[in-house]
């Protein structure tokens, strides 16, 4: 089973920049949509961007202009470019895709990001 592993977090004040980063640890040329999830303690996991093996993307509607993206299947990496960053963006990002209905991976560790005002 591929195992992704995410790192680029850290602490930014407030209309900064950070870049997310998800190395996994097989090929995922293959996976139709790989996305970025989100989750702060006591709530349940979000979605926050995902992007097909054709490169089409979505935003959730809060990082739209925001959040930008990215895979690079010859390197089996997934990215996620953040800038205008706000407090309400702290949390633990996690990576993770679907593939025929099922995750491609178990949940990693994830990255903290954190948001200062």
């Known amino acids: 089973q591929v195992q992704l592993v995410e790192s680029g977090g850290g602490l930014v004040q407030a209309g900064g920049s950070l870049r997310l980063a998800c190395a996994a640890s097989?090929?995922?040329?293959?996976?139709?949509?790989m996305g970025w999830y989100r989750q702060t303690p006591g709530k349940q996991r979000e979605w926050v961007a995902d992007?097909?093996?054709?490169?089409?993307?979505k935003y959730e509607d809060s990082v739209k202009g925001r959040f930008t993206i990215s895979r690079d299947d010859s390197k089996n990496t997934l990215n996620l470019q953040m800038h205008s960053l706000k407090p309400e963006d702290t949390a633990v990002y996690y990576c993770?895709?679907?593939?025929?209905?099922?995750?491609?991976?178990?949940w990693g560790q994830g990255t903290q990001v954190t948001v200062s005002s």
């Open positions: 992007i097909t093996s054709g490169g089409s993307t």
């Open positions: 993770n895709g679907v593939d025929k209905g099922a995750w491609v991976a178990s």
């Open positions: 097989g090929s995922i040329f293959s996976f139709n949509v």
